[in-house]
Each structure stands twice: as structure tokens, then as C-alpha cells.
T-cell receptor, first 112, second 110 residues
Framework: KAGVTQTPRYLIKTRGQQVTLSCSPI?????VSWYQQTPGQGLQFLFE???????NKGNFPGRFSGRQFSNSRSEMNVSTLELGDSALYLC???????????FGPGTRLLVL | AQRVTQPEKLLSVFKGAPVELKCNYS??????LFWYVQYSRQRLQLLLR??SRESIKGFTADLNKGETSFHLKKPFAQEEDSAMYYC????????????FGTGTRLTVIP
């Protein structure tokens, strides 16, 4: 079956703008988690959605938000972009809690 | 607070030699531990998790609660094992948030 897909794969924005990233989970998976990967901080958990509800949240400012639709597709939004938001954003889907997470290829965001 | 430490950023071994990638964790409860691997130009994927007690691609990892460690081992390294390895912890029951270590890049020298 098809893996996790993320769009777009690459994005360039300028400071102050906002951005929306999309994640389509594996068919049948209801949990979608988002992670930020940077050279300095490594992989950090952003939030998790399950059945359209945010179930867990990491330690990120309110500028980072997300949502999940009834078909389990998820979007994350970053408002008022800062240079430090430049990163690879990964999403992962799973059947449920503490099940194996399957990662997408990521969206690479560059903020200028 | 939870923390995962991978002390080695880079590790090189010769083909056929044993390999051990170290992982130590800090967590007050009973964590679930994972090893993820990322091969060149591929996405991050699960290698193994401690509750399954499986051996994947010849790799094993034992959870040592006394030493709070979850080291990854393989008796004979292969060139195709060259990759980035991440140790991760999932703490709270019912949670899907993974805390990752900073990763170890393993290079197997032919």
C-alpha cells in the first residue's frame, strides 16, 4: 500500500509569512504525528492528531498549529515565520497509540 | 523529563566486525524504546522496538533498566548497514510522541 506522502516537498518563504504543510497518512491509519528536524535540535515532536483531535503537543510556540480532517489527512500551519523555523518537517502515521509510526519523506522549509 | 542520549555522532567499523550503537535514556516511568534507521536518500523507518524482542537485519537491542540503556548491537556489520541510526523513547501510555536522540551515523568500511 502507498506510504505516507507529504506536500510540498520543498518550500521557500520569507520571515513573517505563514505556511501550510500537508500530510496524507497510510490508508487506515488514524494517528498523524508531526516532527521538526534541524541540525541543532535534532528531531523534535510537534503534535499528534487522532480522529481529528489533537491528542499530544510538544513544546513549541503557538505559532505552530495543526488539524486533521475526517479522512485522517493532516495539515500543519506555521504563522509569522522566523529564520529558526527553517527545518525538515516530518509527519508519521500509525494505526493508533504506540503502534509503529511510518514516516513520510518530509517537507523542507527554508525561511529567508 | 524524558531524554535520550546517543553519545557517538559518528561510528566507523570494518565489514564483519561487531557493532554497538549506544543509547541511554532518562525517564521516570516505564518507557517504550525504539531504534529507527535512515538509509541514504530514504525515509526514516523503524528498525526494532524493545517490546517485540525481534531481531531485524541481524540487529538486536536489550533494554537494561538498571543502566537505563538500550544499546543496538550486531555481531557482524555489513556494508548495507551504513546509515543514520536514531534511538527513540515513547513514554506516556497511549501517547504517540517519540523523543529522539541526536543520532549516530554508522559507516561500515569494506
Amino acid at each position: 500500500k502507498a506510504g505516507v506522502t507529504q506536500t510540498p516537498r520543498y518550500l521557500i518563504k520569507t520571515r513573517g509569512q505563514q505556511v501550510t504543510l500537508s500530510c496524507s497518512p497510510i490508508s487506515g491509519h488514524r494517528s498523524v504525528s508531526w516532527y521538526q528536524q534541524t541540525p541543532g535540535q535534532g528531531l523534535q515532536f510537534l503534535f499528534e492528531y487522532f480522529s481529528e483531535t489533537q491528542r499530544n503537543k510538544g513544546n513549541f510556540p503557538g505559532r505552530f498549529s495543526g488539524r486533521q480532517f475526517s479522512n485522517s489527512r493532516s495539515e500543519m500551519n506555521v504563522s509569522t515565520l522566523e529564520l529558526g523555523d527553517s527545518a525538515l518537517y516530518l509527519c508519521a502515521s500509525s494505526l493508533g497509540a504506540q503502534e509503529t509510526q511510518y514516516f513520510g519523506p518530509g517537507t523542507r522549509l527554508l525561511v529567508l | 523529563a524524558q531524554r535520550v542520549t546517543q553519545p557517538e555522532k559518528l561510528l566507523s567499523v570494518f565489514k564483519g566486525a561487531p557493532v554497538e550503537l549506544k543509547c541511554n535514556y532518562s525517564y521516570s516511568g516505564s518507557p517504550e524504546l525504539f531504534w529507527y534507521v535512515q538509509y541514504s536518500r530514504q525515509r526514516l523507518q523503524l528498525l526494532l522496538r524493545h517490546i517485540s524482542r525481534e531481531s531485524i537485519k541481524g540487529f538486536t537491542a536489550d533494554l537494561n533498566k538498571g543502566e537505563t540503556s538500550f544499546h543496538l548491537k550486531k555481531p557482524f556489520a555489513q556494508e548495507e548497514d551504513s546509515a543514520m541510526y536514531y534511538c527513540a523513547l515513547s513514554g506516556r501510555a497511549g501517547a504517540n510522541n517519540l523523543f529522539f536522540g541526536t543520532g549516530t551515523r554508522l559507516t561500515v568500511i569494506p
